[in-house]
T-cell receptor
Framework: ELKVEQNPLFLSMQEGKNYTIYCNYS?????LYWYRQDPGKSLESLFV?????AVKQEGRLMASLDTKARLSTLHITAAVHDLSATYFC???????????FGKGTKLSVIP | DTGVSQDPRHKITKRGQNVTFRCDPI?????LYWYRQTLGQGPEFLTY????????KSRLLSDRFSAERPKGSFSTLEIQRTEQGDSAMYLC??????????FGQGTRLTVV
């Protein structure tokens, strides 16, 4: 059974700073997803990572996948207040269609 | 089609009552998922449909829960004899074969 762990669970950072959120998963995962959720809202898809070494970037966010280490990272560059949200990583186990989510990282960007 | 649509957005019900939620997926998506999310947690998988066939069910889905997707279009999730522990956000998502899932706005259920 796939397990997904994120850290940190809470992150308070100043605008302009860089930081990385880590996502470890326990068994082989076909693909790795990153989602953003604003308070009271649904989940917005950010990235889908399909293979070892995959790197995707959108604005100030960059996601990468290392399947050998079973690790994905979400790197935030020069944070701005608008990035404040909860970020989830999720994996799908081999042969399964369900997503297993981490507990999420609640990011607060402080001016 | 602007995305996955869920109805109602909020539902307050008394313990012991039955509730039904509806999900309309993105029209060309053949896969449909139901998840449950409680405060401070990530979504937990409940069940999955490919077209009209229910192919996966979580152990979380007790006998009181039933989901259908007649004709492979919209889906309903019914909870019978609701309990306070059923209070959560119920999220529906849809996807095309093998691609990322898009989530609806969710139905927030409060059981009093």
């Amino acid at each position: 059974e796939l397990k997904v762990e994120q850290n940190p669970l809470f992150l308070s950072m100043q605008e302009g700073k860089n930081y990385t959120i880590y996502c470890n998963y326990s068994t082989t995962s076909d693909r790795l997803y990153w989602y953003r959720q604003d308070p009271g809202k649904s989940l917005e898809s950010l990235f889908v990572l399909l293979s070892n070494g995959a790197v995707k970037q959108e604005g100030r966010l960059m996601a990468s996948l290392d399947t050998k280490a079973r690790l994905s990272t979400l790197h935030i560059t020069a944070a701005v207040h608008d990035l404040s949200a909860t970020y989830f990583c999720a994996g799908s186990g081999a042969g399964s269609y369900q997503l297993t989510f981490g507990k999420g990282t609640k990011l607060s960007v402080i001016p | 089609d602007t995305g996955v649509s869920q109805d109602p957005r909020h539902k307050i019900t008394k313990r012991g009552q039955n509730v039904t939620f509806r999900c309309d997926p993105i029209s060309e998506h053949n896969r449909l998922y139901w998840y449950r999310q409680t405060l401070g947690q990530g979504p937990e998988f409940l069940t999955y449909f490919q077209n009209e066939a229910q192919l996966e069910k979580s152990r979380l889905l007790s006998d009181r829960f039933s989901a259908e997707r007649p004709k492979g279009s919209f889906s309903t999730l019914e909870i019978q004899r609701t309990e306070q522990g059923d209070s959560a956000m119920y999220l529906c998502a849809s996807s095309l074969e093998g691609l990322e899932a898009f989530f609806g706005q969710g139905t927030r259920l409060t059981v009093v």
